[in-house]
C-alpha cells in the first residue's frame, strides 16, 4: 500500500474511533434518560460527552452538549431532581 493511503486510512480509522467513543456515551446517555437518571447523574453523563467533543474539536458537538450539561447541572443546583 503507498504511504499516503496508508496514512488516510489511518487518520480515516482514527477519526471513526473517536465518533464511536462520543456515540457510545451518547447511547449511554439516552438509556440512562430512558431509565429514570437523576440530573445529577445526566449532568455528569452530557459533560463527559461535551468534554469528548472538545478534545476531538468538534464545535458543534460541544456546544450541543454543553448546552445539555448545562440545564441538567442548572436543574441539580436549583434542586430539581
Not at 22 to 28: G, L, N, T, V
Not at 39 to 56: F, V
Amino acid at each position: 500500500m503507498p504511504r499516503g493511503m496508508l496514512l488516510i486510512t489511518t487518520a480515516a480509522l482514527m477519526v471513526s474511533a473517536c465518533a464511536s467513543e462520543a456515540k457510545r456515551h451518547e447511547d449511554e446517555y439516552t438509556i440512562m434518560r430512558r431509565s429514570n437518571a437523576t440530573s445529577a447523574e445526566l449532568c455528569e453523563k452530557a459533560k463527559t460527552i461535551a468534554g469528548i467533543y472538545e478534545r476531538e474539536e468538534n464545535a458543534r458537538g460541544f456546544e450541543r452538549w454543553d448546552q445539555v450539561a448545562y440545564v441538567h447541572c442548572l436543574d441539580v443546583e436549583l434542586g430539581i431532581i
